[in-house]
């Protein structure tokens, strides 16, 4: 990477955190929550693509982080209405916890195993939420009391119920997601993780502890995924046991592939043109898993690179 | 009723459940041992084998008989069509990269049920048993059907035991399984053989599921239960172990109340997930012992 590459691709992700400010002040309403959301579930989607399209690794359980994030920030909140800061910091700490735990395991495994034990454990958690539905109320879901939707941090009142706030809430912790990432991908360590991608025996053969590298990857997806999921928890006042099924971990797939895997945007690209199109197509039809299956079918056989990845390949070729 | 009259029962009942799991898990076996793809779509080949048993059972609707046996041959048939067209427009050009197919039968799992809940609806839809009559045993009656079910899977299980062992086709087919290149080297033509297999292994499926439902009603979420238990006999089994599959499938169908007597059935579930999850860790060439290839 040229100095020139960098200080594009450094002033790309700033331009598109700045356009994303400038938006709350022209979009309407509605929008505007769209947007948030769509902010909230990148984080996830950026984070699930350091495993995927960096490493080479495909997860099919990244929800139980998800959710093991947005359970831990929300049902402490709704029982025992703990600081909106510290729900956070649980949320973060219990995701990175458990993906260290999760990686050490399943990373032993390579390949189709590793695909169908991401998904057992995944299914485990799933069907856990609803084994203690007495606690979490499975399906249903919890619905956050607005009595508790403000916090005080740093002298300043944080009001959850007002749009703008958790619009720009939400912005910073997008923006924190991409700077790790950015810094993490442009690293040393970042280029072993494209090694091991392309090929992991030769890395090995290197020198390189690839199961090391591996599990940090693991972890920071397992955490920004985690991270993501406390925020959903916090900012719209609700947790449920949908954000853990199965489903939750394709769509952070598919989000991931059509925006283009191994892109650092390409994630938060993908989220929002598919967040768009359910809620576009949702309007005549409720069969939005119908076009989640066609998607991810036409995506893997004729446009595998995602929408960033196939710009880079033909047009843009520093973007990182 | 005593204890033995109970066990038999008991027995009887898991040898049903059995027969229909064996059945299922043994066509995905086939299609990951033969083409190492994992088709996660193959819980909705069993749910639409289901619904089309449903479907054709009640347009020949006077002649139960009738309407079962040509469930029983067209919907296996049905089901191995939309999987051998599945197979040639999307998983060939894929070439059969792990990760992309997994993806790709993630997109067939969800359009499946998405175009069944469509077409058939998402009420349960039962099917009436073709004949009804109970075979007297000594200590209770016991429904003539779910004999049946038991004797065609045994009669199935043989069958494709004999194509694998005995017929050019089978051979072929393990031929591929061993050694796709030195098969393809000798004039075996790969490609055919992969599209066949995932139509047998689709058609397994959904012949298991014409047998059931008469059982169980069709619904457009069987699938996923199908899937979660099949998984369970491949990987205990061995991953690419046909005959482990099958060993695997009757001991979990024999024993298949064991677990939901002791646990809640959300408990036992996820105890056998992580069950499965950690077999795959630690013990990846299965629990018989049979070495991996």
């Not at chain 1, 691709?9 to 955190?17: D, G, K, M, R, T």
């Not at chain 1, 290197?206 to 993501?228: D, E, P, Q, R």
């Not at chain 2, 001991?251 to 997930?273: E, H, N, Q």
Request: aromatic share 12%; with cysteine; proline share 4%.
């Amino acid at each position: 990477m040229t100095a020139a590459s960098t200080r594009k691709s450094i002033f790309l992700h700033l331009a598109v955190v700045a356009v994303l400010f400038g938006l709350q002040f022209v979009v309407p309403d509605y929008d505007k929550l769209t947007i948030t959301r769509i902010m909230v579930i990148a984080v996830y989607a950026i984070g699930y693509n350091v495993l995927f399209g960096y490493t080479g690794l495909l997860s099919l359980g990244h929800a139980m982080f998800f959710a093991v994030g947005l359970y831990a920030a929300g049902l402490p909140v709704y029982y025992f209405g703990l600081d909106l800061p510290l729900a956070f910091a649980l949320g973060i700490g219990a995701s990175l916890i458990l993906s260290l735990l999760i990686g050490v395991i399943a990373l032993r495994t390579s390949g189709v195993s590793f695909m169908i034990v991401t998904l057992m454990f995944a299914q485990a958690g799933y069907l856990l939420t609803f084994h203690l539905t007495e606690y979490t109320q499975g399906d249903a879901g919890l619905n956050l009391p607005a009595s508790i939707r403000s916090f005080g941090f740093a002298g300043i009142t944080f009001d959850l119920t007002k749009p703008d706030v958790r619009y720009n809430l939400a912005l910073c912790i997008l923006a924190l997601a991409i700077l790790i990432v950015f810094a993490v991908v442009r690293s040393r360590s970042g280029r072993i993780l494209v090694a091991i991608r392309e090929n992991e025996e030769r890395t090995r053969m290197l020198g390189y502890n690839s199961f090391a590298h591996k599990l940090k990857a693991f972890v920071i997806a397992g955490g920004l995924s985690g991270t993501s999921g406390a925020t959903f928890a916090i900012l719209f006042a609700y947790v449920g046991a949908s954000f853990a099924s199965i489903q939750n971990s394709i769509e952070v797939l598919l989000f991931t592939l059509l925006g283009g895997a191994g892109t650092i945007l390409g994630p938060l690209l993908g989220t929002a043109a598919m967040v768009y199109l359910v809620d576009k197509t949702s309007e005549f039809t409720t069969a939005h898993l119908l076009i989640v299956g066609l998607a991810l079918i036409v995506l893997v056989a004729w446009f595998p690179k995602g929408i960033l990845g196939s710009v880079r390949e033909r047009w843009v070729k520093w973007i990182p | 009723m005593d204890f033995g009259a109970f066990f038999f029962l008991a027995t009887l009942e898991g040898l049903v459940q059995a027969a229909v799991l064996s059945l299922t898990a043994l066509g995905l076996s086939l299609v990951f041992g033969v083409m190492r793809v994992v088709n996660v779509a193959h819980g909705q080949f069993f749910m639409l084998g289901a619904f089309l048993a449903w479907w054709i059972t009640n347009m020949i609707a006077n002649q139960p008989v009738l309407g079962f046996l040509a469930a029983l041959l067209i919907a296996p048939l049905l089901v191995g069509g939309i999987a051998f067209l599945g197979e040639r427009l999307v998983l060939k050009p894929l070439n059969y990269g792990p990760q992309s197919t997994i993806v790709a039968t993630i997109g067939f799992l969800y359009i499946i049920q998405e175009v069944a809940l469509i077409l058939f609806g998402p009420d349960p839809r039962p099917v009436e048993p073709p004949f009804q009559f109970d075979v007297e045993f000594p200590w209770f009656g016991y429904s003539g059907y779910k004999l049946f079910v038991i004797c065609t899977a045994a009669l199935l299980l043989c069958a494709t035991w004999f194509v694998m062992r005995s017929m050019r086709i089978g051979l072929a087919m393990r031929a591929t399984q061993f050694d796709s290149e030195t098969a393809q080297n000798f004039g075996i033509p790969v490609g055919r053989v992969y599209a066949q297999v995932f139509a047998i292994g689709a058609m397994l499926a959904a012949v298991a599921a014409v047998l059931i439902v008469p059982i169980q009603q069709a619904h457009y979420l069987m699938g996923l239960d199908a899937l979660l238990l099949s998984f369970i006999a491949v990987i205990v089994g061995g991953l690419g172990s046909i005959q482990g599959t099958v060993v695997a499938a009757i001991l979990i169908g024999l024993s298949g109340g064991i677990l939901s007597v002791f646990f809640s059935p959300t408990l036992a579930k996820i105890v056998a997930t992580l069950f499965v999850a950690l077999v795959l860790v630690f013990k990846p060439e299965g629990l018989f012992g049979g070495k991996a290839r």
